[in-house]
C-alpha cells in the first residue's frame, strides 16, 4: 500500500473542509480523578469531544489508502483555575502490520508532562492553519507527525508533507511563546520543535528510509519468521551505522523510535543467538539495554 500525497493537496488543510477519507481511528480517554466533582462536570463531555474531532478532521486532504491510524490519547487532568486547566497527556500510534486490522505495535509514544489550556463547556474544535490554538494545535501536531510516520513506512520519504504542516504549527506555537515549540533548543533536547525538526532535517532523510526498510522486515516477519529476522538484524546493522558515522548528537527521532519500538524489537528477537544484533541495539538504545539483555536470554 502507497501513501501518495502532495504539497497540492495540503493547501486543503487550509480550508479545514471535513470528508471522508479520515486518516486516523483515534481513541480518547480523559482522567479526572485530580480534580472535584464540579470541576470534573465541566469536561465531562471532553473525551467524545476531542474524539469526534480527530476522527473528523482530514489532516492530508485525501481519501486515505488502507486502514486507518490507530491513534491512542490518553488525558490526565492535574488542576484548574478559573477557565485553564493543567494536564499531562499520553499519544500512541500504531503501524498496521501487513494493513491488518488489530495488529502491529506503536510507531510514535509520546508523554506530554506538562500541558495547559483553557476549556468551555460547549468548545468549538477547529483545524487552525493561521492561528495557534493551545488546545487543538497540539493534538494536531502530533496527529500529523502520526500520519508522516505511517506514510514513511509505506513510501520513499512518503511524511514529508504531513512534516511541514506539523512544522507550520510549531512555528506557530514559537510566536505564540509556547515553550515546547521554543526555536532554540539544545541538541538532543526532546520538545515539540526539535522532534519535528529533525524530521525534516536532511541529514535524517537516511534513517527515515530506513523505518521504510524496518517495518518492510516487520511485515516479512509476519508470514516467514526467518528471513523477517534476517532482515531486520541487516536494518538495525544499518541504523547503527547511521547514528555512529552521521550524527555527533544525541538524536531525537532515533530516541523517539526506540521509546516507541523496543519490546517489539526484544520480543521479535527474543532467544536469539547473533551477537551483532545485541550490540547494535546496545549503541543504538543504550537506556533500554537492560530490556535487550532479557529478551537475549530468552527471557
Known amino acids: 500500500m502507497?501513501?501518495?500525497?502532495?504539497?497540492?493537496?495540503?493547501?486543503?488543510?487550509?480550508?479545514?473542509?471535513?470528508?471522508?477519507?479520515?486518516?486516523?481511528?483515534?481513541?480518547?480517554?480523559?482522567?479526572?480523578?485530580?480534580?472535584?466533582?464540579?470541576?470534573?462536570?465541566?469536561i465531562q463531555n471532553m473525551a467524545n469531544d476531542v474524539r469526534t474531532y480527530l476522527n473528523g478532521q482530514r489532516y492530508t486532504g485525501q481519501d486515505w489508502d488502507g486502514e486507518k491510524i490507530p491513534f491512542d490519547v490518553t488525558i490526565w487532568m492535574l488542576g484548574r483555575t478559573g477557565n485553564r486547566f493543567r494536564a499531562r497527556m499520553a499519544i500512541v500510534s500504531k503501524r498496521l502490520v501487513n494493513n491488518q486490522p488489530s495488529s502491529g505495535a506503536a510507531l510514535l509514544r509520546i508523554n506530554e508532562p506538562e500541558w495547559s489550556f483553557e476549556w468551555s463547556f460547549t468548545p468549538q474544535l477547529t483545524f487552525q492553519s493561521t492561528r495557534y490554538d493551545e488546545f487543538t494545535s497540539v493534538l494536531d501536531f502530533y496527529a500529523l507527525i502520526a500520519i508522516g510516520l505511517d506514510m514513511d513506512t509505506y513510501d520513499d520519504l512518503g511524511?514529508?508533507?504531513?512534516?511541514?504542516?506539523?512544522?507550520?504549527?510549531?512555528?506557530?506555537?514559537?510566536?505564540?511563546?509556547?515553550?515546547?515549540?521554543?526555536?532554540?533548543?539544545?541538541?538532543?533536547?526532546?520538545?515539540?520543535?526539535?522532534?519535528?525538526?529533525?524530521?525534516?532535517?536532511l541529514r535524517y532523510s537516511t534513517f527515515r528510509r530506513l523505518l521504510f526498510d524496518y517495518h518492510d522486515a516487520v511485515d516479512q516477519y509476519a508470514t516467514n519468521k526467518t528471513e523477517g529476522r534476517k532482515a531486520m538484524a541487516v536494518v538495525l546493522d544499518d541504523m547503527a551505522r547511521f547514528k555512529r558515522e552521521k550524527i555527533s548528537n544525541r538524536s531525537v527521532i532515533i530516541q523517539a523510535f526506540f521509546d516507541a519500538k523496543h519490546l517489539e524489537i526484544a520480543d521479535l528477537f527474543r532467544g536469539y543467538k547473533g551477537d551483532d544484533v545485541w550490540s547494535s541495539l546496545r549503541f543504538l538504545d543504550p537506556g533500554n539495554t537492560q530490556v535487550y539483555e532479557q529478551a537475549k536470554s530468552g527471557q
Open 2 to 42: 502507497w501513501r501518495f500525497v502532495t504539497a497540492a493537496v495540503f493547501l486543503a488543510l487550509c480550508t479545514s473542509v471535513v470528508a471522508s477519507g479520515q486518516e486516523l481511528e483515534a481513541t480518547v480517554m480523559v482522567n479526572t480523578q485530580a480534580l472535584d466533582r464540579d470541576q470534573a462536570m465541566e
Open 159 to 201: 511524511g514529508t508533507e504531513a512534516y511541514k504542516t506539523a512544522y507550520n504549527i510549531a512555528q506557530l506555537g514559537n510566536g505564540a511563546g509556547v515553550k515546547a515549540f521554543a526555536a532554540f533548543f539544545q541538541p538532543g533536547e526532546f520538545t515539540r520543535m526539535s522532534l519535528i525538526t529533525e524530521y525534516l532535517d
